[in-house]
């Protein structure tokens, strides 16, 4: 509402939903609050048995918390002032929050699963000890050159002065690298958190706090620098990835607020300046678009910034907070978000399915109202499916240091000598079957990580397994999944296996790590 408080009570005669333009009919709608749903615990895992789907959720309120703490994209400084707003949050936590602290630093790791536990999460933080990017902030900003004009017939000056240009732009190149290179590494970490949490039923929100988010793209090309490669096509992959798990991007900028002439930081009231925008409480987007619009005109770090936090939220029906300082103030409001959620399914009409990019508009008959809802999607046809794209599917849910909850598993592994028997049991409602020539057929890739102590790879074997039904044994096993008995030979000195699964026509990836005892 206008208070920016959730609004409870809304039904589906109340929404209108636009696929570009086009009213679409809505199939599904449901709604989600912080309510503990009530229904049966899931039952035990045999003994023995372990699963990529988290446990204990039952009873929980479908509307989960992740706070990941960036210090791989953070200075110091900033990273000290976002560790006391994040446990000052936590500290004050109600009971109907759900928070799970994530990090992401030299690698993503996560430091506390999801729990309303106060004191654990705050403890989790304590224990971090960030690890800085070696390229640090700074490779996202311009390299500092000093530049002086020779005395006419100085040759020796000249020579200098282009000397110092060389430097300046091979300074440059290598900033332009790193930056690069941090904003992939950053969106592979968020396509690992999705993975992670894309088991998870319902909303999720990720609350990113930041102090440079390191993507430099956007649909508002207005002050993006050109030296910066585009990262357009890796920003979508990631954007399905997490639209696909039904995660709510919250970036916050741990850098708090710039200093900005003709500006009181204890005023409530918003004041702009070119490039800037400067608020004593919060500045979040707003609901259409790009709002909160930085000013076109301006060129420098902050705009491209800010720019790539508001096309994070758009994407993914989140908000970006930046330019203050109550970074706990931003952080609250980001969970008070999933207090109340409206799912609003359709199937689009215009079957243009040539990978264009689709906006998707929703209305709501109340007045007052802002919609906070993913902006659109890329009109691709079908789920990659060659052996190139499958194969680089699993190599990634392999490397990422987090498990992949995609495809549900349960692997009940048994020793036998070198070998290491992997029983393996896949919910057949995720796999998806195809009824072709009078058999259930579907393919499911395995693939399975070797490795040491040390985390050394000492082995990996890949085995695609094309499964194929009669009608009778798919209706037989459709209540209790589908088995497969793997015998795995593990080299000498393997302690642990990471298991990945790929079901070729969703793309959905499950993955889980299996402890090789000796």
């Not at 503990?36 to 045999?46: F, I, N, Q, R, S």
């Not at 956007?218 to 030296?227: E, F, L, S």
């Not at 301006?298 to 907070?321: C, E, Y």
């Not at 009778?472 to 642990?496: F, N, V």
Request: net charge neutral; with cysteine; hydrophobic share 40%.
């Amino acid at each position: 509402d206008k208070s920016g408080q959730p609004i409870t009570g809304l039904k589906r005669e109340d929404f209108t939903v636009f696929d570009s333009g086009q009213e679409q009919k809505i199939q599904l709608f449901s709604i989600e609050t912080n309510t503990a749903p009530t229904g049966k615990d899931a039952p035990e895992l045999a003994p023995g048995t372990l699963t990529n789907r988290p446990t204990g959720f039952s009873g929980v309120p479908h509307n989960l918390t992740v706070v990941l703490i960036d210090s791989f994209n953070t200075s110091p400084t900033d990273h000290v002032k976002a560790r006391e707003a994040i446990i000052h949050f936590l500290e004050q936590l109600q009971p109907t929050d759900h928070v799970a602290i994530y990090a992401l630093g030299s690698k993503l790791t996560v430091l506390q699963d999801f729990t309303s536990d106060s004191k654990a999460l705050v403890e989790a933080v304590k224990k971090y000890r960030a690890t800085m990017s070696t390229s640090g902030s700074e490779a996202a900003g311009e390299p500092v050159v000093t530049t002086q004009t020779p005395a006419p017939g100085d040759q020796l000056g000249a020579a200098m002065v282009a000397l110092n240009q060389g430097v300046a732009d091979m300074t440059q190149t290598i900033a332009n690298f790193l930056t690069n290179g941090r904003a992939q590494q950053s969106l592979r970490a968020l396509e690992a958190v999705a993975g992670s949490l894309s088991g998870i039923p319902g909303r999720k929100n990720l609350i990113w706090v930041c102090g440079d988010f390191p993507l430099r793209i956007g649909y508002a090309q207005a002050g993006i620098d050109p030296k910066y490669r585009n990262l357009a096509d890796d920003m979508e992959r990631t954007a399905r990835a997490v639209n696909a798990a039904n995660i709510a991007i919250y970036p916050v900028d741990a850098a708090g607020l710039l200093g900005v002439p003709n500006v009181d930081s204890s005023a409530s009231s918003m004041s702009r300046t070119p490039g800037r925008i400067g608020r004593g409480t919060i500045a979040p987007t707003g609901g259409d678009g790009l709002a909160e619009r930085i000013s076109a005109g301006a060129t420098d770090v902050p705009l491209s910034i800010h720019s790539a936090m508001n096309d994070l939220a758009d994407r993914t029906g989140g908000r970006a907070f930046y330019n203050t300082n109550d970074l706990f103030t931003a952080i609250r409001q980001a969970v008070n978000d999933s207090q109340v959620t409206y799912m609003v399914s359709y199937a689009p009409t215009h079957n243009q399915w040539n990978g264009g990019f689709r906006e998707i508009k929703v209305k709501v008959d109340k007045p007052g109202v802002q919609v906070l809802s993913r902006k659109g999607y890329l009109a691709v046809p079908d789920v990659a499916t060659d052996a190139q794209q499958r194969r680089e599917a699993l190599v990634q849910a392999a490397v990422t240091p987090v498990t992949s909850s995609g495809l549900g598993l349960k692997i009940r592994p048994v020793r036998k000598g070198s070998t290491l028997v992997m029983n393996i049991e896949i919910d057949m409602h995720e796999l998806g079957f195809e009824l072709k020539d009078g058999k259930y057929e579907a393919l499911v890739d395995l693939f399975f990580v070797m490795r040491g102590a040390d985390g050394a790879t000492l082995d990996q074997v890949h085995q695609p397994g094309d499964l194929s039904l009669a009608p009778e044994d798919y209706k037989r096993l459709l209540p209790t999944g589908i088995g497969l008995s793997l015998p795995l030979p593990i080299p000498a000195g393997t302690a642990r296996v990471r298991v990945v699964a790929r079901d070729n026509a969703s793309g959905q990836v499950g993955s889980l790590d299996v402890p090789v005892t000796p």
